[in-house]
């Protein structure tokens, strides 16, 4: 169904360095045959070409994402450079790692008919489609929800369900569950197993691989653009900890947490100042109660981890201690004094789970130094960051250039640089590989 022979990829705002020497490609000599009805995942370090090789199979490179592609790519035995962009459409389905990103409608069943609409499907063919999607899928409960408020477990199956109405041939998916908890990720692996019980051919780009191992055929491991190695998952699970570790990768089994019990809550000791307090949060939007009598407290060096299922307002909390959303009721304090919205904007760092929307200069070395003098001992106080982060040799680079994993190290280097003793991360480490998580660590 898929075949790649002798494929090297660039994108044209990656071709040389500062100094004028040519970069190495992006994806070198890849040659790749996925049969019919196979699932195969791509994996390995982040910034290593997963993504770009997604790109290449379905066509958005050199398409929409600009650069020099050598090599073929053929789709059913058909050359992919002699279709229209059509064509690919209706046999390839793609579904990024921000689904969020891939929407055109304000609700599902809109969503869904919509590639339907594009293709020229006749309107009871599209009412059928749309309607059976749904109901196969088990969304009908989110029918007439707007998809903007949805959480991101909902928004995946959303971009699944809009990709499945057309009845691609082939479907690729880019970090699927990067922001994903266990059950939401446990529901997608079942939503894989059943395109691939329909004989669909399946292309997951992926870090977690826990989920994957009883669905894939094949685990693709890629290293500085090359494949370097394949696995049957049955040979990843006997990998010992320190072998996972040494290629970068995640733990291909699943582990249980032991049960935790109910926080008793942070007991201030005589002497001590908070760094921040949440009293008695509530939050609503459009109508619904996200968070309802919420109160923590934090202490200067202390770090604590907000955990939970999808869509029960991890993010939101984050973004009202940050003054980036409003509380809807109670209170926050920074060092024990109530701290209006201003002033915790200005207090304390917030990284975003989508990244996309945070940066806005021209490269890596600019946007960590956006709100710092530009000093010859601030510079070299970022060169050690970067270092430490693993995106040095990217200091030129422009942050849209950088994979998911390398974006999400940006924003925890700005974050470390802004000097605030307060910071926030959002899902710092959604679609690292098991080496970032270290780094971030």
């Known amino acids: 169904m898929i075949e790649l022979r002798g494929v090297c990829f660039s994108y044209a705002s990656d071709v040389i360095h500062d100094d004028g020497t040519a970069r190495e490609p992006i994806l070198r000599d890849i040659n790749l045959r996925i049969e019919t009805g196979e699932c195969v995942v791509l994996t390995g370090r982040s910034g290593n070409g997963k993504t770009t090789l997604t790109r290449v199979i379905n066509g958005l490179a050199p398409s929409y994402y600009g650069g020099t592609l050598t090599g073929s790519v053929l789709i059913d035995g058909k050359p992919l450079c002699g279709m229209a962009s059509w064509e690919r459409a209706r046999i390839i389905g793609n579904v990024f790692q921000d689904p969020q990103s891939q929407f055109f409608s304000g609700e599902l069943a809109d969503e869904v008919a919509f590639a339907c609409e594009n293709l020229g499907f006749p309107l009871a063919e599209i009412r059928r489609r749309t309607d059976d999607v749904i109901r196969d899928m088990n969304l009908e409960y989110l029918r007439h929800t707007p998809l903007d408020v949805l959480s991101s477990g909902m928004m995946q199956q959303a971009a699944i369900a809009s990709v499945r109405s057309v009845s691609p041939a082939i479907y690729i998916f880019d970090e699927p569950s990067a922001n994903l908890d266990e059950k939401a990720s446990l529901r997608l692996a079942e939503i894989f197993a059943d395109?691939?019980?329909?004989?669909?051919?399946?292309?997951?780009?992926?870090?977690?691989?826990?989920?994957?191992?009883?669905?894939?055929d094949r685990v693709v491991y890629l290293e500085h653009g090359c494949l370097a190695v394949e696995h049957h998952p049955a040979e990843l699970k006997k990998m010992s900890i320190e072998q996972c570790r040494a290629k970068g990768l995640r733990s291909p089994e699943r582990i249980s947490l032991p049960h935790l019990p109910s926080p008793a809550g942070v007991i201030k000791k005589p002497g001590e100042t908070l760094s921040i307090e949440a009293r008695d949060i509530s939050y609503r939007i459009k109508n619904k109660t996200i968070l309802s009598g919420i109160s923590l407290r934090a202490f200067p060096g202390m770090i604590t981890a907000i955990t939970g299922r999808n869509g029960?307002?991890?993010?939101?909390?984050?973004?009202?201690?940050?003054?980036?959303?409003?509380?809807?009721?109670?209170?926050?304090?920074?060092?024990?004094?109530?701290?209006?919205?201003?002033?915790?904007?200005?207090?304390?760092?917030?990284?975003?789970?989508?990244?996309?929307?945070?940066?806005?200069?021209?490269?890596?070395?600019?946007?960590?130094?956006l709100l710092s003098p530009r000093d010859p001992e601030r510079l070299e106080a970022a060169r050690v960051i970067l270092k430490g982060l693993g995106l040095y040799e990217y200091r030129d680079s422009h942050p849209a250039t950088l994979s998911g994993g390398q974006k999400l190290r940006l924003s925890l280097a700005c974050g470390i640089f802004s000097g605030r003793d307060i910071c926030i991360f959002d899902e710092p480490t959604s679609g690292l590989a098991g080496a970032g998580l270290l780094t971030v660590s």
């Not at 395109?195 to 997951?204: A, D, P, R, S, W």
């Not at 003054?323 to 209170?331: I, Q, R, T, V, Y």
């Open 195 to 216: 395109l691939k019980k329909q004989g669909n051919t399946l292309v997951i780009a992926e870090h977690r691989l826990s989920y994957l191992m009883d669905i894939a």
């Open 312 to 369: 029960v307002g991890k993010t939101s909390l984050g973004k009202i201690l940050c003054g980036l959303a409003g509380e809807s009721g109670g209170m926050v304090l920074l060092r024990e004094k109530a701290a209006n919205r201003r002033k915790r904007a200005a207090a304390v760092w917030y990284s975003a789970n989508n990244t996309n929307s945070q940066f806005i200069t021209h490269s890596v070395t600019e946007e960590i130094l």
